[in-house]
């Protein structure tokens, strides 16, 4: 009997250890979903399954009013720095009940034996602070708010991503690689999309690959998103060039992570030049009709000035000023409805004619009610 309670002791100890290791973050009962399409179902920072990672997931809303959804705070973070999201419209998957909650409210347990998501720190949330205590005494850890719990991904944000950056460039990389040139259709082209979920929801619902589980299609994903995209934008002669740092004054996004939408606005003013970075032309048009709108600017349209955006199909830098430009099409940009352009008229024609566009315009010829109206 002695043994067999010694035994016991062995097991529980042991099962403790291997469910912290191999703790399971996956949901156990209908994943709610705030975004909105067929990408719902994936982070659209990361990639990963929001169903996967339900048990550390957030969701909250860019100042845009758009509902955005993550499989973990780290990816909150990282969109935060680039959109400015309103924290108080932040909510989280309460670890127990797996409801969504007030974030601001939740009790976060840091530091715990179970892997963290995206992150090397775990941060599980919980509506009641006795049972992240109880949580605490199985799996370790402290509790902390919100605002700490942000705070410490925000700070480890570097480090965390470089380190994972490793593990992508030696595994999952290679792997995606394979999984594109043996199972899926070359002409994929991943410039085409805006964000990694869209990615990979339209490879899945539209079969452009052989049947994939989850693992295999994020491995892909990855691949074409952070590798294949961007050396097929390295290849492009004469493009927009912008900086990783360079944020729209219009709605703050970094402009590099569109390179298909980059446009530019230089004034010439005493002998030097005020250049600005937009990604998409109807964010450089409401900045060039009125730039101090946006901030405090010492240029005006007035000024002479030099316009470059990115040709549509080439994916190269044009006059903007003589560019043909279709609006009203059935093409997103970053912001929604955009004026697409075009160095020929012979592609805006054609691209009019396959994406149900509304007219033709040349760029003297762009209204700023017109640009606004975009926005509907």
Request: hydrophobic fraction near 35%; glycine fraction near 4%; charge should be positive.
């Given at each position: 009997?002695?043994y067999?309670?010694l035994?016991?002791?062995?097991?529980?100890?042991f099962?403790?250890?291997i469910n912290?290791?191999?703790?399971?973050?996956?949901?156990?009962?209908?994943?709610?979903?705030?975004?909105?399409?067929?990408?719902?179902k994936?982070c659209?920072?990361?990639?990963m399954?929001?169903?996967?990672?339900?048990?550390?997931?957030h969701?909250?809303?860019?100042?845009?009013?758009?509902?955005?959804?993550?499989c973990s705070i780290?990816?909150?973070?990282k969109?935060?720095?680039?959109?400015?999201i309103?924290?108080?419209?932040?909510?989280?998957?309460?670890?127990?009940?797996?409801?969504?909650?007030n974030?601001?409210?939740?009790?976060?347990?840091?530091?715990?034996?179970?892997k963290?998501?995206?992150s090397?720190?775990s941060k599980l949330?919980?509506?009641?602070?006795?049972?992240?205590?109880?949580?605490i005494?199985?799996y370790?850890?402290?509790?902390?708010s919100?605002?700490?719990?942000?705070d410490?991904?925000?700070?480890n944000?570097?480090?965390?991503?470089?380190?994972?950056?490793?593990?992508?460039v030696?595994?999952?990389?290679p792997?995606?690689?394979?999984?594109?040139e043996?199972?899926?259709?070359?002409?994929?082209?991943?410039?085409?999309?805006?964000?990694?979920?869209?990615?990979?929801?339209?490879?899945k619902?539209?079969?452009?690959?052989k049947?994939?589980?989850?693992?295999?299609?994020h491995?892909?994903?990855?691949?074409?998103?952070?590798?294949?995209?961007?050396?097929?934008?390295?290849v492009?002669?004469?493009?927009?060039q912008?900086?990783?740092n360079?944020?729209?004054p219009v709605?703050?996004?970094?402009?590099?992570?569109?390179p298909?939408?980059?446009a530019?606005?230089y004034?010439?003013h005493?002998?030097?030049?005020?250049?600005f970075s937009f990604d998409g032309?109807?964010?450089?048009?409401?900045?060039?009709?009125?730039?101090?709108?946006?901030?405090?600017?010492k240029?005006?349209?007035?000024?002479?000035?030099?316009?470059?955006?990115?040709?549509y199909?080439?994916?190269?830098?044009?006059?903007?000023?003589?560019?043909?430009?279709?609006?009203?099409s059935?093409v997103?940009?970053?912001?929604?409805?955009e004026?697409i352009?075009?160095?020929?008229?012979?592609?805006?024609?054609?691209?009019?004619k396959?994406?149900?566009?509304?007219?033709?315009?040349?760029?003297?010829?762009?209204?700023?009610?017109?640009?606004?109206?975009?926005?509907?």
């Amino acid at each position: 009997m002695r043994y067999f309670f010694l035994l016991l002791i062995f097991l529980s100890f042991f099962c403790t250890f291997i469910n912290a290791k191999d703790f399971s973050k996956k949901a156990s009962k209908e994943v709610v979903y705030t975004q909105k399409g067929e990408e719902k179902k994936w982070c659209p920072i990361c990639g990963m399954s929001i169903k996967k990672y339900y048990k550390t997931s957030h969701t909250s809303k860019l100042q845009n009013e758009t509902s955005r959804q993550y499989c973990s705070i780290r990816c909150l973070v990282k969109d935060d720095l680039e959109y400015g999201i309103n924290k108080n419209s932040v909510q989280v998957v309460d670890f127990i009940s797996e409801k969504l909650i007030n974030a601001k409210s939740a009790y976060y347990v840091l530091g715990s034996e179970v892997k963290g998501t995206m992150s090397r720190i775990s941060k599980l949330a919980f509506l009641k602070e006795e049972e992240a205590k109880a949580f605490i005494k199985k799996y370790s850890g402290q509790i902390k708010s919100f605002d700490e719990a942000f705070d410490e991904a925000k700070k480890n944000l570097k480090t965390d991503t470089s380190f994972f950056k490793t593990k992508k460039v030696k595994k999952i990389y290679p792997k995606g690689k394979r999984i594109f040139e043996k199972l899926c259709s070359p002409d994929i082209d991943p410039t085409m999309y805006l964000e990694i979920n869209e990615l990979k929801a339209d490879i899945k619902n539209n079969k452009l690959c052989k049947k994939l589980d989850e693992s295999r299609l994020h491995a892909l994903s990855l691949y074409l998103w952070e590798v294949k995209r961007l050396g097929e934008q390295s290849v492009v002669e004469n493009k927009v060039q912008v900086k990783d740092n360079e944020k729209c004054p219009v709605c703050g996004m970094f402009v590099a992570k569109y390179p298909r939408w980059a446009a530019k606005l230089y004034y010439l003013h005493n002998d030097h030049t005020h250049d600005f970075s937009f990604d998409g032309v109807k964010d450089l048009m409401k900045f060039y009709f009125n730039p101090t709108k946006w901030g405090d600017y010492k240029v005006s349209k007035n000024m002479q000035n030099t316009i470059l955006v990115t040709d549509y199909y080439s994916q190269k830098g044009i006059d903007g000023k003589k560019a043909y430009y279709v609006i009203g099409s059935d093409v997103y940009g970053p912001m929604g409805h955009e004026l697409i352009p075009f160095e020929k008229i012979e592609d805006a024609k054609v691209f009019k004619k396959d994406h149900a566009g509304i007219k033709i315009v040349q760029f003297n010829e762009i209204k700023e009610k017109e640009v606004y109206k975009l926005d509907e």
